[in-house]
């Protein structure tokens, strides 16, 4: 009887350490994105969320906030907070009026949130969103996203060959994003500073620790270094982006794309809050 006892007691030891060592791994694969990654906790309460869409193509992103929501039905209960169009194009129950503010406006009051919430300091970072079809509307070079006014803002061709003069030393970073993302309505870079300390110790965010909210930051991947204002690190961010929405360019900071700004601006806190999570439990 002992012996058999004995027996369940080891077994169940084996299988609690190849248990955590399985999340573990799960939780370090590179562009872990699938819903079978997700704790079968969170799952549960996503699916729950989410009634009856039941899988990640059946849900939209908010144009104001970012959040995803369920197409094709409207959702009028608490916990959802959202209401959806037929198609593609929604917003959800945050009330956001960021979407249809005047582009140049949801600059101004973006940079001033990002200011302050600490992820760009003085004349760091800069932000940008498109403009009809070929142009978009970046900030220049040197400007306080703090403090920004309608002359911090330049209108650039996408297309174009040569940059006007006084924007932003990355906007080859924005135009490059915005020629290979069409999808992409808003570009944010900052410099949060708990993702450069990870960075620092040579580690990335991780989405996971940051629960329902993760899935709507997607996966994180890491940008090689390259000299600031760089078309090297223009393109190798582009080429980073080309399936995700935030990324972590090595000793400098990170950039993230939304259909809105008010998007890639969510998803830049997200970032540096999984950035703050990650750095405290590992
Ligand atoms: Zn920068």
């Known amino acids: 009887m002992q012996r058999i006892l004995l027996v369940v007691v080891v077994l169940l030891i084996i299988w609690r350490i190849l248990a955590s060592i399985g999340r573990r791994l799960s939780e370090k694969a590179p562009g872990a994105d699938s819903f079978s990654r997700f704790s079968p906790e969170a799952r549960r309460r996503r699916q729950q969320a989410r009634g009856e869409a039941r899988t990640m193509e059946e849900l939209v992103e908010c144009i104001a906030c970012g959040t995803f929501v369920p197409a094709g039905r409207s959702l009028t209960d608490g916990d959802s907070r959202a209401f959806a169009a037929k198609t593609a194009v929604i917003r ?19 940079g001033e949130r990002l200011a302050a919430a600490g992820l760009v300091r003085e004349s760091e970072g800069n932000i940008s969103i498109r403009l009809g079809d070929s142009g978009c509307v970046v900030t220049s070079t040197g400007s306080d996203l703090g403090r920004l006014d309608s002359s911090d803002l330049i209108e650039v061709v996408i297309e ?68 600031e204002g760089t078309l090297a690190l223009a393109q190798a961010t582009a080429g980073a982006l080309r399936s995700t929405k935030a990324c972590v360019l090595q000793k400098h900071g990170a950039v993230t794309v ?13 970032l540096e809050r999984a950035a703050g999570l990650t750095g405290k439990r590992s």
């Open 160 to 227: 174009a060959t040569t940059i006007p003069f006084g924007a932003s030393s990355e906007v080859q970073l924005h135009l490059e994003l915005y020629r290979l993302r069409p999808d992409v309505g808003a570009i944010v870079h900052a410099h949060p500073p708990r993702l450069l300390q990870l960075d620092a110790e040579g580690k990335l965010p991780i989405w996971r620790r940051l629960e329902d909210r993760g899935k709507m930051l997607g996966s994180v991947v890491a940008v090689p270094y390259h000299a």
């Open 92 to 110: 959800c129950a945050c009330r956001q009026s960021m979407g249809e503010t005047d582009p140049r406006t949801q600059l101004i009051a973006v």
């Open 258 to 270: 939304g259909p809105s700004l008010m998007s890639a601006f969510v998803r830049m806190l997200d």
